[in-house]
């Protein structure tokens, strides 16, 4: 007897429990796992609150730079290194430069008297000039009147430099080719015809003459050119003034006459080295030269 009721009482929890575990199944939220109440509406798939937006942080500004910084950073735009030659940068101008440092030194330290056999065997006058034109008209731009302290030396060093960064160093050789050439001529072949007339001695037909300065005011007249107006102009002006001052002193007539000659040479070559700047910058500035400097740059690539 009390085994048969042990029995079914068994059988009857084993019968109910999974129909409790059932239910209990039902009950449950599937995506939470939480145990629902019956009878109790909106419990399923309730919406979660989002958290509160954080507060943006405001951005962290850096402290003003000071003035010296600001100072160097304004320099380095600048780029005031540009205005002297480099042996890459401006070959024509560095190289010029440092033969004419040679000879300066050779005028300072060598011995006077082969300084002087040196520099005439070099001078333009009417006499070498018929005799070996090509010769002493190259022979001498290599040396300095005044040596490399001289205003001209400078004006060579910073006007050269500028103008072949903006033309090339071929065509700023031709630029001051042309004006030590042409206005030496000018200032040498009237006294010749001066001499044959009978207006002048002959003895000026041997002189001393010699130097860049020709040269160097050619360039200053070019260069100004390719300059903007507010630097153009002051330029022109200063320049102007002083070969004009030195005329009007009238201490050495005919060098100081090649020198308002050499400047107004330059000032005629404006259409030319505009003409010259605007190609070269056009290149420059092709997808063909872009092409090629990103071929050369780029290791591993064979050009086409």
Do not use: C, N
Not at 7 to 26: H, I, K
Not at 97 to 123: I, R
Not at 170 to 190: D, I, K, M, S, W
């Amino acid at each position: 007897m009390d085994r048969s009721t042990t029995a079914t009482a068994t059988a009857v929890a084993t019968t109910t429990a999974p129909t409790a575990s059932s239910a209990d199944a039902a009950l449950k939220d599937p995506q939470t796992g939480t145990l629902l109440l019956d009878g109790v509406p909106r419990q399923r798939g309730a919406t979660t609150v989002p958290p509160a937006p954080r507060p943006a942080t405001p951005p962290v500004l850096a402290p003003p730079a000071p003035p010296v910084s600001r100072a160097l950073a304004r320099l380095r735009s600048l780029r005031p290194w540009r205005l002297l030659p480099t042996p890459t940068g401006t070959p024509f101008t560095f190289g010029y430069a440092v033969v004419l440092t040679v000879t300066a030194m050779v005028t300072d330290y060598a011995d006077p008297s082969l300084v002087h056999a040196l520099q005439q065997g070099s001078s333009t006058d009417v006499a070498h000039l018929v005799r070996e034109p090509v010769l002493v008209l190259l022979a001498s731009a290599l040396w300095m009147a005044g040596g490399i302290t001289s205003p001209y030396a400078i004006g060579f060093v910073l006007v050269l430099t500028a103008l072949e960064r903006r033309i090339g160093g071929l065509r700023a050789a031709g630029v001051f080719l042309l004006g030590h050439v042409v206005a030496t001529l000018a200032t040498e072949v009237p006294v010749g015809l001066s001499v044959l007339a009978g207006d002048l001695p002959d003895s000026s037909l041997h002189r001393l003459d010699y130097g860049i300065s020709f040269g160097v005011a050619t360039s200053v007249g070019a260069l100004a050119g390719l300059l903007r107006p507010w630097l153009r102009w002051p330029l022109l002006v200063v320049f102007g003034s002083m070969v004009v001052g030195d005329l009007l002193e009238f201490a050495d007539p005919m060098t100081d006459w090649g020198h308002v000659m050499s400047l107004a040479i330059g000032v005629s070559t404006w259409p030319l080295v505009r003409g010259w700047r605007r190609a070269r910058t056009e290149a420059a500035s092709s997808p063909a030269a872009s092409a090629a400097v990103h071929t050369a740059q780029t290791p591993g690539t064979a050009a086409a």
